[in-house]
């Protein structure tokens, strides 16, 4: 199953995450199908950014966003 989820970057105790489309078997931080945006928490107010086109092109297609993702593609737009 193809699942939208984030992917963790940045250093220790500074979180960046990128929001990616991804195989559900593959671990948090390894191989991705497509990387439609990036989530800043440090950041105040928190930066979001996500390519909505690509995101409803995935779900179209059948990707799941997770219970998180789903909460910042709302809080986008989508």
């Known amino acids: 199953m193809v699942?939208?989820?984030l992917k963790r970057m940045g250093a220790?105790?500074?979180?960046f995450y990128r929001i990616v489309v991804?195989?559900?078997?593959?671990?948090?931080?390894?191989?991705?199908l497509d990387e439609i945006g990036t989530y800043d928490p440090t950041?105040?107010?928190?930066?979001?950014?996500?390519d909505v086109?690509?995101?409803?092109?995935?779900?179209a297609k059948g990707a799941?966003?997770?219970d998180?993702?789903?909460a910042l593609l709302k809080k986008s737009g989508m």
């Open 3 to 5: 699942k939208i989820r």
């Open 12 to 15: 220790k105790k500074a979180p």
């Open 22 to 32: 991804a195989d559900s078997r593959t671990p948090r931080g390894g191989k991705t």
């Open 43 to 50: 950041k105040q107010p928190s930066e979001l950014k996500v």
């Open 53 to 59: 086109e690509a995101a409803k092109n995935w779900v």
């Open 64 to 66: 799941q966003p997770t």
């Open 68 to 70: 998180t993702v789903k």
